[in-house]
């Protein structure tokens, strides 16, 4: 079936430096695909919306220069978490609508863990 | 978008049938009702997808009354792979594109 990856799983880092976290969709096409983050023992919060070819559009209280996201091919979105902090330490999620019949289901990636330090 | 209202836990016991039942009042005429597991470390994935009445598939089936202001999800003979947290979501798919708002989600525990 189709499948959405992402890639690193984990990830720690220094207070300060940024972060890329890729998301693919590995046998299907996306011209859409969802970031949310996820804080222990929390739902899934949806961070914004990436379009190929076009400007990401962002949830209310997300910040775009925080969180940069490029949807330079239809299979390929990154999220990259700018000069991160320790509050920015989550999992953070992507998915991607489609499939290779077209059926409109979303499939969601397997998640990366971001650990701040 | 429709927002959702779940218990937020639940318990089981293994063999038993598990149902969750999830409020969405607010449900549009295109909007599908969609329910998703998730795993500690996990993206959620996708169990049931419906628009009304009865859906079922391998893994559990879907309750939906015809005014479809609510649904429930039915989890034949539970095991302690089950455990898990189960989201209802709500929403016409295709035209917001996937565009899906989680709610609180149910945390089921299935204990031996």
């Known amino acids: 079936g189709a499948v959405v990856s992402q890639h690193p799983s984990r990830v720690i880092c220094k207070s300060g430096t940024s972060v890329k976290i890729e998301c693919r969709s590995l046998?299907?096409?996306?011209?859409?695909m969802f970031w949310y983050r996820q804080f222990p023992k929390q739902s899934l919060m949806l961070m914004a919306t990436?379009?190929?070819?076009?400007?990401?559009?962002?949830e209310q209280g997300v910040e775009k220069d925080k969180f940069l996201i490029n949807h330079a091919s239809l299979t390929l979105s990154t999220l990259t978490v700018t000069s991160a902090h320790p509050e920015d330490s989550s999992f953070y999620i992507c998915?991607?609508?489609?499939?290779?019949?077209?059926?409109?289901?979303?499939?969601f990636g397997e998640g990366s863990r971001l650990t701040v330090l | 978008l429709a927002k959702t209202t779940q218990p937020i836990s639940m318990d089981s016991y293994e063999g038993q049938e598990v149902n969750i039942t999830c409020s969405h009042n607010?449900?549009?005429?295109?909007?599908?009702i969609t329910w998703y597991q998730q795993f500690p470390s996990q993206g959620p994935r996708f169990i049931i997808q419906?628009?009304?009445t009865k859906v079922t598939n391998e893994v559990a089936s879907l309750f939906i009354p015809a005014d479809r202001k609510s649904s429930t999800l039915s989890l034949p003979r539970v095991s302690l792979s089950d455990t898990a947290v189960y989201y209802c979501?709500?929403?016409?798919?295709?035209?917001?594109?996937?565009?899906?708002?989680f709610g609180q989600g149910t945390e089921l525990s299935v204990k031996p």
């Open positions: 998915s991607a609508m489609g499939g290779p019949s077209g059926s409109g289901e979303l499939f």
């Open positions: 046998d299907f096409q996306a011209t859409t």
């Open positions: 990436s379009n190929e070819g076009s400007k990401a559009t962002y």
């Open positions: 607010n449900i549009a005429t295109n909007d599908y």
């Open positions: 419906g628009y009304k």
């Open positions: 979501l709500v929403g016409d798919g295709g035209n917001q594109g996937g565009k899906l708002i």
